[in-house]
Nanobody
Framework: QVQLVESGGGLVQPGGSLRLSCAAS????????MGWYRQAPGKQRELVAT???????NYADSVKGRFTISRDIPKNTVDLQMNSLKPEDTAVYYC???????????WGKGTLVTVSS
């Protein structure tokens, strides 16, 4: 059983910063990919950023240069540093763990980020 627990969401003004964290526990294989997705009201869930156990990263074009994903492999945590936040970044952010060995995706419950003045 895999569990993902997110923290760090909240309300921030445009131009501000937030840091999201996610801790994974359970049957996590050494080779995996962790990441963040988001879903705004009335929209589909979309990729924000991912990072592999080999520390290869991938970002959505809309967040490149503003968001940074990082992970602590021994601790099985992944963070998302979000700078220069915009109102369009408002969404529920979900932590994701993908294990290529068995092809399974795991999701956290989500944390709300609201960017508003």
């Amino acid at each position: 059983q895999v569990q993902l627990v997110e923290s760090g969401g909240g309300l921030v003004q445009p131009g501000g910063s937030l840091r999201l964290s996610c801790a994974a526990s359970g049957s996590i294989f050494s080779f995996n990919r962790m990441g963040w997705y988001r879903q705004a009201p009335g929209k589909q869930r979309e990729l924000v950023a991912t990072i592999t156990s080999g520390i290869n990263t991938n970002y959505a074009d809309s967040v490149k240069g503003r968001f940074t994903i990082s992970r602590d492999i021994p601790k099985n945590t992944v963070d998302l540093q979000m700078n220069s936040l915009k109102p369009e970044d408002t969404a529920v952010y979900y932590c994701n763990l993908y294990i290529p060995r068995n092809g399974l995706n795991y999701w956290g419950k989500g944390t709300l980020v609201t960017v508003s003045s």
